[in-house]
């Protein structure tokens, strides 16, 4: 394998990352540098550097290793940037990272063929590349803001798809609930039967041939007059899960319409969607096992909501 490593002295310490690497005993060029670290093939202290690390401010005794050779950084990976109507998080040759806004579909439904949805948008997006045609690995409600992954290969969403079978990925979500959820950390554990006549999830008997178990780990955030943010890391991952296990608890997602439950908030907090937003996601690369680590924060109207909670 090429590997170069070089350790930061006092005297360069403060200088820029792509700056550091441009001189001539190193990379000889800053277009160089920037082609490098864009392609994943720098590491400071063997943590990997990415194009938004390229201003950092190096400083003495740091460990720099260039691994020239590294598979898969042939080619070029683009970072976060909006691009044909996308919030696109992160885009390779194998893979597409997506913050989606609330109010779109993640892929049609056959009922509504001409909605819009984000696969749609995909497809534009890579009308270029007439080989290349968006797979589904996951999915988030229309009205869930957040992360989602689509894969350009079959390989890609084989190798994805399996991480998320196997509890291997992590995804967290926050969700502003009504009432203050007690233990304020803890674990929702149901079955759940999705019921295709009232199209929602329903929860069942563990003997029931259709129920399947749905897992998720919840931490209180921050604590409202009548609701509280929090955190819900997904175990397994069912549609609407975390709506329905919130509701069958009595603690409603704000703006949820679907999985309210006897008693019902006495006070209703406006808010046009239910408070969900898919905020982090973290996997291994299906081709060269890399860790991807993603996070997107709130959109206005979420954000928004929280404030006004706060009295702001």
């Not at 997506?98 to 948008?121: F, R």
Request: aromatic share 8%.
């Amino acid at each position: 394998m090429d590997h170069k490593k070089w350790q930061v002295s006092e005297s360069e310490s403060g200088l820029r990352l792509d700056k550091w690497l441009a001189a001539a005993e190193r990379l000889g060029s800053r277009s160089k540098a920037l082609a490098a670290i864009d392609r994943g093939k720098v590491f400071i202290n063997d943590a990997e550097q990415t194009s938004a690390d390229a201003a950092r401010r190096m400083q003495a005794g740091e460990t720099v290793r260039l691994w020239m050779d590294r598979p898969g950084s042939a080619e070029r990976r683009y970072t976060e940037r909006r691009e044909s109507g996308l919030h696109l998080l992160y885009e390779d040759s194998s893979l597409l990272v997506i913050n989606k806004p609330a109010g779109l579909l993640t892929v049609p439904l056959p009922s509504q063929p001409d909605e819009p949805s984000l696969l749609d948008q995909i497809k534009h997006h890579l009308r270029s590349h007439k080989k290349l045609e968006p797979l589904v690995v996951h999915r988030i409600d229309r009205d869930t803001s957040g992360i989602v992954i689509f894969a350009k290969t079959p390989e890609a969403q084989r190798g994805l798809k399996d991480q998320f079978e196997r509890r291997k990925a992590e995804r967290v979500y926050l969700a502003v609930v009504y009432g203050h959820p007690k233990p304020e950390r803890g674990t929702w554990r149901d079955f759940l039967a999705w019921n295709q006549d009232a199209l929602k999830q329903q929860r069942a008997e563990r003997r029931d041939r259709n129920a399947k178990e749905a897992v998720c780990r919840y931490s209180t955030l921050e604590k409202f007059k009548e609701a509280a943010l929090i955190e819900v890391s997904l175990v397994t991952g069912k549609r609407n899960q975390i709506r329905v296990q919130a509701g069958l608890r009595g603690y409603p997602l704000v703006g949820e319409k679907k999985y309210v439950y006897d008693p019902a908030p006495q006070h209703r907090i406006e808010f046009g969607r239910q408070a969900l937003h898919a905020h982090r996601l973290k996997f291994l690369h299906p081709v060269n096992n890399r860790p991807m680590s993603f996070e997107a924060a709130p959109p206005d109207d979420f954000q928004e909501l929280i404030n006004r909670l706060q009295g702001k």
